[in-house]
């Protein structure tokens, strides 16, 4: 068993160098003469990283070996389909994901060593409320919403951070559960706090992101929250502030029309969600082959619409392998929560495994016209540096709630 | 010339992408596996009894006993413990007639059960507990009572 079990985790770990060293080769078949130095060193020492990374890992971490061997998977194919629609933004994305990883690491440690994350959602609030004031005041706007702010060459989006502080903040409060329900207005205190957070995004205009916050705070509030009909109320008023957005923002509106009927808008609004609709057609089961097809028709084709170029050149099989991927990702996630004795991270495991799974589910289901779009990236495959580190920070805190915790179990153990 | 390359390679990634995917699911499989059925099953097993985190190498929770087992740092054992304290070919578990014997290979840091250690032979029973190196495994047989 154990023997078997031994030559079996190399199998994943050298198909991945397999693909790719394969994609390497296929780069320099495509463009032999354009490769410099400091690119051919930066791809090879990120293969090197990433099959160090995935070794080292299943030494020092007495958790999930899974995970972060499926993420290298979806990185390594969004990398590839990034590199072929603009060089120079592959490169940057190959920084990025080396940057990516050694957070990872870093998180992983800090979370570890430091004790009582659950004790410090104030702490949370107040650097989220910081934050959103930060992007109000410094934001510049973009796609119709203000949600990047502009430190000299480098632009981050805050919100990637919030995201978050957000499952920890939920977390703190339903792991502190008793503690907050004997107070006055207790049970209003989560509430509140991500309410204000969304008026905070109402006034980014960052739809999207409202999305993802509110799924992840309902499903999160239904499996914990005690008052039922708090979590009616809760669906309700996402009902009645999702209509309230159809009707206050244009985008909102154009963006469901477009989703209704593209065709209509063929030449203007709907040019880009028709376009990743043929991209997708013309691949078939098995696509053109990289560096065959179109997919510079699709405007921004490298982070919303990352999946229909990798459908087109290399496959609808390709696409359906992501997806297949983000859904072991997901189960594992949620494989973790439950076997997690610490009510804490138990929280955080499941918010993360649901933010991760929303994500690619809007993005996915918005590239594929089957719910309106909202642009949002695709954790660890779109293009894009801050999503690529705060979901590298997910997946650190992923990693450590894997384990099993030195936590005196008399407090935890208890409402289980 | 490059676009047959790139035909042939569409497909090979895709296989490749395939494989990834069935290898980490058949992974899980044997993981998930190896939790349920020994954990709830009424069969023969070896528990830890260490807190898995507390080890500095790579141990299961159960180990299920079928046949003959033997435990040991070698790579060709059916037990593989990467503990400097445990001999190359450290003991083995024989079953006979539904029953389960422990035999030490001459060991340098010896095997205990219930804290003695042993020089011969030994049956195990239900409960017994087992020390090799810095391990304790605690054996488990359901139907022994």
Known sequence: MMLNKK??????????????????????????????????ISVISLIFIIYISNFVLLRIS??????????TMLISIGVVMIYRIDSTLGMKQVIWIGMGILVFFITYLLIKRIKGWENWAKLYAIISIGLFIATLILGTKRKGSINWIQIGRFSFQPTEIIKILTIFIISAYYSNYEKYKEKKYGPYYLMGIIYIFIAFLFLQRDLGTVLIFYSVFLALQFIYEENRKLILFNILLFVISGIAGFFLFDHVRVRFEI???????????????????????TGGFFGTGIGL?????????????????ICEEMGIFTGIGIIMLFLILVYRGFKIAINQK????????????????IQSFIIFGGVLKMIPLTGITIPFVSYGGSSMISSFIALGILQVASEELDVEEKRYGEGT | MYNIFSLIFKYIFIIIIYMF?????????????????????????????NRKDSLPFKVKEYYPLV????????????????????????LKIVEDEGKFYLEDLNSSNGTYVNGERIMDVVELKNGDRIRVGQVEFLYVNREQG
Do not use: C
């Open chain 1, 62 to 71: 007495t958790g999930d070996n899974y995970i972060f061997l499926i993420v």
């Open chain 1, 259 to 281: 989703w209704i009927d593209p065709w209509k808008y063929i030449d203007n609004k709907g040019y880009q969600i028709t376009q990743s609709l043929f991209a997708i057609a």
């Open chain 1, 342 to 357: 610490d009510k804490f991270f138990r929280i955080v495991a499941l918010g993360i495994s649901i933010l991760f799974g």
């Open chain 2, 21 to 49: 995917i069935l290898s980490i699911i058949r992974l899980i499989y044997l993981d998930i596996k190896g939790i349920d059925t020994y954990s709830k099953d009424n069969g023969v097993y070896l528990k830890l009894v």
């Open chain 1, 293 to 309: 097809g179109h997919p510079d028709f699709i405007p921004e084709v490298h982070t919303d619409f990352i999946f229909s170029a």
């Open chain 2, 67 to 90: 046949g003959q087992i033997t435990l040991g740092r070698g790579n060709d054992n059916q037990i593989i413990l990467k503990d400097p304290y445990i001999s190359k070919k450290h």
């Open chain 1, 7 to 40: 030559v079996n985790y190399r199998m994943p770990r050298n198909l991945l160098v397999l693909f790719e060293l394969m994609a390497l080769l296929l780069l320099f078949i495509y463009d032999k003469e354009n490769i410099d130095k400091f690119t051919l």
